[in-house]
């Protein structure tokens, strides 16, 4: 969401607009805080005073320690819900270590594995997640998609919240067949519980846009994106769910751009932007994301220097956040690269493709998919600057990856094929 990082457990950016996203609406769904300190604690944090909001369920797990002991199950559900809302106030690192902590006493205190573990076991895979610490990420969703199994039968609303996050993770190590599978039962699932005309139906399909988008399936992927986009523009100021109707628009900006709609691309982009920074705030993963999505268009309209000066301003964003996100960093290296080898300004290009591989290679090895479009455009970019033998070289380097071309850019097909 990738830009298509999307999913309704997958929270992004920094602290500021999480009172909005969709898991902050109904932070503690069906289960009961074990304190009404905690209760107001969370109600504060969403209410907008996210600090003081921690501060305060941080208060509630220091007195259930206290007074019941920190092996009790009042303080290890107590610090359960604290890790569930640090994830979704987006301070990852605080929710790492306080589940990880919580989860090992509950495991070695054998306490009931119920629908509340399972909640702390998607967090905590989403908070790998955003760390970058994808080998860890897999094992929690599927623990906590099995247990929801175990604990819930039929169609519930947990168990496709997990199944979308899980997706989503499947989709940036780039197994979409196995992404879309989950999100198969997701939509099956809120179709049964929701029906086709609700929110949370919405955020599963602009989640399986983005796994089509993802895949090349561009004409799947705008009847997804534009489903989603219907329901959310009914109901979203109702429902809260501006961001996602927001995010969802950046999305089908990117979709039409694939398809040649420039124009339209471009509108979808400039509009949301300004709900971008009033929602994320200026200094946001999303923000940052909608600038790179407008460098892609400027890039397409050939107006190379736009797209060079969006994506560093971009980058420029996106570097100076505590937790960055990778995978959009990424993206933005790629499109600045293009940029600049459109303005032959090929040592600058050369430099960011690197730079582009070297991040993918070490936060995401299993990504061959999109290793083999850096590898491409590196390529190009070579061949631009006479280096035919490490053009060819990065050429075969793409080809030993065994990506089936179809997933690919038709330009990059076209080199990867030796037309």
Known sequence: RSGAHGGVLAGRG???GTRQRSECRDPLGSVRPSSPGLLYGVTRAY?????????VARQALAKAQRVFGPDSSDAIETATYLGQLCSSLRRYRDSEAILEEAMGRWRRLELPMNEQFARSLFHLAVSKQ??????????????GIALIRSVQ???FHRLSQG???YATFLNEVNRFDDARVALDEALASDLATYGPDHVRTATTLYALAALQLATQDFTAAEISS???LEVLERHAADSGYEPELILARVQMSRIALALGREEEA??????????????YGASSTEFGDGLCAGARIALARGDAASANAHATGALTLLQSLDITSVPIEIQCHAVRASALLALQRLEEAQVDAARAVERLQAANPWAHVSMSGLLLLR??????????????RSVEQARQLGVTPQLLAAEDRRLLEGQ
């Open 379 to 392: 390529s190009r970019i070579e061949r631009s600057s006479g280096d035919v033998d490490g053009a060819m």
């Open 226 to 228: 534009r489903t989603a």
């Open 14 to 16: 920094n602290d500021r």
């Open 266 to 279: 471009t509108a979808l982009q400039s509009g949301a932007m300004p709900e971008l920074e009033r929602l």
């Open 130 to 143: 955003r760390l970058g610490k994808l080998a860890e990420v897999e094992a929690l969703f599927r623990e």
């Open 47 to 55: 209410a907008g005073d996210a600090i003081g909001g921690a501060a």
């Open 153 to 155: 039968e039929g169609p």
């Open 163 to 165: 199944l979308v996050g």
